[in-house]
């Protein structure tokens, strides 16, 4: 017999899991699960998750150093464009970008390491 008493302590200690994991991951393994997030979100054709993710990708990025600004500027043009590509529908294209950026950035974080 289903008790949600049961369930609801279950979602408790997967919620404190999934909360230690964020608490305690780097800074590269978050920005690998905000992408995580929004290519699973455009799998289920969900605009307003993918959309949200997308947007805190643009708001990590920055603009302070000269080193850093015309590089945050490209990954800004490429997050604003998969926001319209989603609210058109284009789903597989979103998908594809953000598939391709988040290879990039492991491919980044393996050299780094």
Same mark, same amino acid.
């Given at each position: 017999?289903?008790? !949600? !008493?049961?369930? /609801?302590? #279950?979602?408790? /200690? @997967?919620?404190?899991?999934?909360?230690?994991?964020?608490?305690?991951? %780097?800074?590269?393994?978050?920005? +690998? &699960?905000?992408? =995580? *997030? !929004?290519?699973?979100?455009? #799998? &289920?054709? =969900?605009?307003? /998750?993918?959309?949200?993710? +997308?947007?805190?990708?643009?708001?990590?990025?920055?603009? $302070? %150093?000269? $080193?850093?600004?015309?590089?945050? +500027?490209?990954?800004? %043009?490429?997050?604003?464009?998969?926001?319209?590509?989603? #609210? &058109?529908?284009? *789903?597989?294209? @979103? $998908? &594809?970008?953000?598939?391709?950026? /988040? !290879?990039?950035? @492991? =491919?980044?974080?393996?050299? #780094?390491?």
């Amino acid at each position: 017999m289903y008790n !949600a !008493a049961m369930a /609801r302590g #279950r979602a408790k /200690r @997967v919620n404190a899991y999934l909360s230690k994991d964020i608490l305690d991951a %780097s800074p590269q393994k978050l920005l +690998l &699960k905000v992408y =995580d *997030y !929004a290519i699973t979100n455009c #799998r &289920k054709n =969900d605009m307003n /998750r993918t959309n949200k993710a +997308l947007g805190e990708l643009i708001n990590s990025l920055n603009f $302070e %150093s000269s $080193e850093t600004k015309e590089f945050s +500027l490209g990954l800004m %043009s490429l997050y604003q464009f998969c926001q319209d590509q989603m #609210r &058109k529908g284009e *789903y597989e294209i @979103v $998908e &594809k970008i953000l598939l391709e950026l /988040r !290879a990039s950035w @492991v =491919d980044i974080f393996t050299e #780094r390491s």
